[in-house]
C-alpha cells in the first residue's frame, strides 16, 4: 500500500525558514514526478512547487520563486520543500503528491502544475507563518 507522509511543518515567524520533507513507502518512486500543493482556510487548494523524476527539472508557482527550492532523493524515496522568506500568507496545510509512473517520462512542463498529473497524496502537514 503507498503511503506519503509528510513533515516538517510547525509554527514560524515572518521571515524564517522551515524544510518540509515526505517519505513515500510501498514502492519505489525513483521514476515519477512529485511535486507540492498547499491549501489555506477558505481557498482551493493550490501547486507550490514540482520536480521531474530525474529531479533536473523543477517548477514553482510564482508566489514562491526565489524562496522555495524543491529537490528530491531517488534512493531515500523522499521529496523535501526547503521555504525561505516565509510569509504569512505561506499559512497552510502542505501536501506532496506522486504519480503513479514507474518508468521515467518527461511530460509538457505545464502537467506539474496541474494536480490531475498526481496519483498518491500525503495526509498534509500545517505550516503557520505569524506576523
Known amino acids: 500500500q503507498v503511503q506519503l507522509v509528510e513533515s516538517g511543518g510547525g509554527l514560524v515567524q515572518a521571515g524564517g525558514s522551515l524544510r518540509l520533507s515526505c517519505a513515500a513507502s510501498?514502492?519505489?518512486?525513483?521514476?515519477?514526478?512529485m511535486g507540492w500543493f498547499r491549501q489555506a482556510p477558505g481557498k482551493e487548494r493550490e501547486f507550490v512547487a514540482g520536480?521531474?523524476?530525474?529531479?533536473?527539472?523543477?517548477y514553482y508557482a510564482d508566489s514562491v520563486k526565489g524562496r522555495f527550492t524543491i529537490s528530491r532523493d531517488n534512493a531515500k524515496n523522499t521529496v523535501h520543500l526547503q521555504m525561505n522568506s516565509l510569509k504569512p500568507e505561506d499559512t497552510a496545510v502542505y501536501y506532496c503528491?506522486?504519480?503513479?509512473?514507474?518508468?521515467?517520462?518527461?511530460?509538457?512542463?505545464?502537467?506539474?502544475?496541474?494536480?490531475?498529473?498526481?496519483?498518491?497524496w500525503g495526509q498534509g502537514t500545517q505550516v503557520t507563518v505569524s506576523s
Open positions: 503528491a506522486v504519480d503513479k509512473s514507474n518508468f521515467p517520462r518527461s511530460y509538457y512542463s505545464g502537467s506539474y502544475y496541474n494536480a490531475g498529473l498526481y496519483d498518491y
Open positions: 510501498g514502492r519505489t518512486f525513483s521514476s515519477s514526478a
Open positions: 520536480i521531474s523524476w530525474s529531479g533536473g527539472k523543477t
